[in-house]
């Protein structure tokens, strides 16, 4: 396409810049004492990430509303989640392929288990959704990830918990 007028061109280098402007902020990358003007995101895989190679997610969500929910943060990551067949997303069964359908794994003191997802996880290997709001203390979050809201300075963390005890996320 070839513009004669000036004006043309200068539309559409505005156009475009409008356009640029309106796009997200990409991901970043954070340690614990970066600070994060979205919603920072935590995801720590226990011994998942140890058998499958998958690193421990700290990344900062680049929301701003306050109109968001977890869903929103965690796809703006690109991080997976998959729901139970019984609860849907009100339980988070798997992050990022995590546990695999069809490898099983071990938690010591357990026999070996393949998580179906189809009710509750057992309570020894299960994925803990925690939410601390602004500088509070961390609580798990009371909501699914489609309704939980989060707002820009909040946090979440997912741990996958194993043999019973969730430990609150490190970031």
């Known amino acids: ?39 920072r995101v935590s995801v720590e895989f226990d011994l998942l990430g140890k058998a499958d190679g998958s690193t421990d997610i700290q990344q900062c969500a680049p929301l701003t509303s306050g109109t968001e929910t977890v869903a929103d943060a965690l796809a703006a990551l690109k991080i997976s989640t998959e729901g139970t067949a019984k609860y849907g997303d009100k339980v988070v069964c798997r992050v990022n392929g995590l546990p695999g359908a069809d490898t099983e794994f071990t938690v010591p003191g357990y026999d070996p288990y393949v998580e179906t997802c189809s009710t509750m996880s057992p309570e020894f290997a299960y994925w803990a959704l925690w939410i601390r709001k602004g500088d509070a203390a961390w609580d798990y979050a009371t909501e699914g990830i489609s309704s939980q809201m989060v707002a820009p ?19």
Request: some cysteine; aromatic content about 4%; glycine content about 10%.
């Open 1 to 39: 396409m070839r513009f004669r007028s000036p004006i043309a061109l200068s539309l559409l280098a505005a156009s475009a810049l409008a356009l640029t402007a309106c796009a997200p902020a990409a991901p970043v990358n954070i340690s614990a004492s970066d600070s994060c003007a979205g919603v």
């Open 153 to 171: 300075g909040d946090s979440i963390g997912l741990i996958f918990s194993t043999g019973g005890a969730a430990p609150t996320p490190g970031a």
